[in-house]
């Protein structure tokens, strides 16, 4: 009965062990680097360092972050190409680095790296200064059509979701005489919208946030199916007549050949900070809806949404 009772004890503890506490002390590398093409304050470097303080005690890990800025992506990806496969260097992953790998010739595309896990899709905004002429999409479209030449509308580099968004606005609004100004990263974006520079800008709610918050901001419209929950008021591009719809999907990228564990860790460890209260506080806030996907669905999310980008680029003849 003695020894029954010691058994069942042990596999009390070891339960107790495999659910609680570090789950992950077993991970191979203790310091591991995120990069990102982002700048500071960008989309996906808020979403990197947001999660890595709540993500790092899950895996047993210390994350840094690190901002590898230039060609649209291109220097990021090579870093993470010829980085070990060890589990100790990842990538954030955004359509930005299918579309750069698409449209340019850059020494290391997406096909040399291996998706591991997608975490959030985030819907896309346009917004404008809170004291700009503009009060809704329409009132933009139409004052680009009046005055051929003098609309200036920001977004994101030429391989970016943000300018496939704009591109698309322009195509079904019939606006062709208007400045697109490109930028590298949503910070700067927001400070030439913050100034006036610019009719308004296209990013994601969570690179605002503070400048809403502080009434310096207005959101024109969002580019979703639905209306943002956060935004109830806001009406989508759709409702406004313009019917572009695109999701930003979110994930960790890594180099090629990853061994089993590392993947299984990334893929036990997302769902538990997903579920983290005190995260979901965070993207809750942040308006990003979660969307995990394992490697294997996240592969296969991958190809798909690089053959749709492919298609949309020959569609508009900027690639054969």
Same mark, same amino acid.
């Given at each position: 009965?003695?020894?029954?009772? !010691? ?21 191979? !590398? ?25 993500? &790092? ?8 972050? +690190? ?12 870093? @993470? ?9 990842? =990538? ?5 680095? @299918?579309?750069?790998? @698409? ?10 790296? +291996? ?37 200036? %509308? ?29 930028? /590298? ?15 308004? &800008?296209?990013? +994601? ?28 008021? *806001?009406?989508?591009?759709? /409702? ?11 994930? !960790? ?8 564990? *590392?993947?299984?860790? %990334? ?11 005190? =995260? ?17 669905? =996240? ?22």
């Amino acid at each position: 009965m003695l020894r029954k009772r !010691i058994f069942v004890l042990l596999l009390a503890v070891v339960f107790v062990a495999s659910v609680g506490g570090t789950a992950f002390a077993e991970y191979p !590398i203790k310091n591991v680097k995120l990069i990102t093409h982002s700048s500071s304050g960008g989309g996906t470097d808020r979403f990197l360092r947001q999660a890595v303080s709540l993500l &790092g005690p899950i895996m047993g890990v210390t994350f840094i972050v +690190e901002n590898v800025r230039g060609g649209s992506g291109a220097k990021a990806m090579a870093a @993470l190409a010829v980085a070990p496969a060890d589990g100790s260097t990842f =990538y954030g992953s955004t359509p930005t680095f @299918l579309n750069t790998s @698409l449209l340019s010739k850059p020494a290391y595309t997406f096909r040399d790296l +291996e998706p591991v896990v997608n975490v959030f899709f985030d819907p896309m905004i346009a917004y404008t200064a809170a004291d700009s002429r503009f009060k809704s999409m329409k009132e933009v479209v139409n004052y680009a059509k009046k005055n051929p030449g003098k609309g200036k %509308w920001g977004t994101g580099t030429p391989t970016s979701l943000e300018q496939q968004i704009v591109q698309q606005l322009k195509q079904i609004s019939g606006v062709t005489d208007v400045n697109v100004v490109s930028f /590298e990263g949503g910070g700067d974006l927001m400070l030439n919208v913050l100034s006036g520079r610019l009719d308004f &800008g296209i990013g +994601e709610p969570g690179e605002i946030l503070s400048q809403l918050e502080a009434g310096k901001l207005r959101i024109l419209a969002t580019f979703t199916d639905k209306r943002i929950s956060g935004f109830p008021d *806001v009406p989508t591009a759709t /409702e406004q007549g313009f019917g572009v719809v695109i999701n930003k999907f979110r994930g !960790i990228v890594g180099p090629k050949g990853l061994p089993a564990n *590392v993947v299984k860790a %990334w893929e036990e460890a997302i769902p538990k900070l997903l579920a983290s209260p005190e =995260y979901k506080a965070i993207y809750v806030k942040e308006n990003l809806v979660p969307a995990f996907m394992d490697q294997k669905t =996240y592969k296969a999310y991958i190809a798909k949404r690089a053959e749709d980008i492919e298609a949309y680029f020959k569609g508009i003849g900027v690639i054969k």
